[in-house]
């Protein structure tokens, strides 16, 4: 909001527009009750997208925690020890998916439960956003920031984090013994906000900490 805020102070006055309407010019008296007439050029373009203002300043929504564990084709321990680290870095209760078609080619059955994923809303989303940027962030090796192309041009930023990179948070690093490392999953992170537009978004998410760096996708 402090970053979109217009602020008009105690008795600004507006600066006056121009007519939109334009009048009728010359001395014959129809022109009298006729109405005025409209601006040059046609029809008026309308403003791209609302201004920002206090009552729909962008918000986050709710944040998804997905992995696909792809050692679960061969053994199903890999998907039991992803659930775990799920639950651990989220607090929220992890929920597994089944395969709905098979795929011979990888070794995929129709039923088989491959991915983990966590829905956090409300105080369990701030605390896990705040754990990642202020916790896991600064521990990652020769990291730039989140790509400025992510995004769905809805105002939901996606970023991904490594099995290294995972093994960061401090639930898991308190009991790194208890994982298995070459089971440490990696997971993707989706940020829903009710922004519309992604730079709206990446201003949000830039207020709360998050980096970004490379070309701004807009």
């Not at 080619?105 to 829905?119: A, K, P």
Request: with cysteine.
């Amino acid at each position: 909001m402090t970053m979109t805020y217009a602020h008009y102070p105690p008795g600004f006055v507006a600066p006056q527009k121009a007519e939109r309407l334009r009048s009728w010019v010359g001395d014959n008296p129809y022109y009298k009750n006729r109405p005025r007439r409209g601006p040059r050029g046609g029809q008026v373009l309308r403003l791209l997208r609302n201004p920002i203002t206090f009552r729909n300043v962008p918000k986050l929504n709710r944040v998804t925690v997905h992995t696909m564990v792809k050692g679960a084709i061969e053994d199903s321990a890999h998907l039991h020890i992803a659930g775990m680290i799920m639950q651990a870095i989220t607090g929220c209760r992890a929920v597994a998916h089944a395969t709905k078609t098979s795929v011979a080619g990888f070794g995929v059955r129709e039923g088989q439960y491959l991915s983990v994923t966590c829905e956090l809303e409300g105080e369990e989303m701030y605390h896990f956003l705040s754990k990642v940027v202020d916790v896991v962030m600064p521990k990652m090796k020769d990291f730039k920031g989140v790509k400025g192309s992510t995004g769905d041009n809805s105002g939901n930023l996606m970023f991904g984090m490594t099995q290294e990179e995972v093994a960061l948070f401090p639930e898991v690093e308190v009991n790194y013994d208890m994982y298995p490392p070459k089971m440490i999953p990696g997971c993707h992170v989706v940020v829903h906000t009710t922004a519309r537009t992604d730079r709206d978004a990446r201003l949000l998410l830039r207020a709360i900490g998050v980096p970004f760096q490379g070309k701004m996708v807009d």
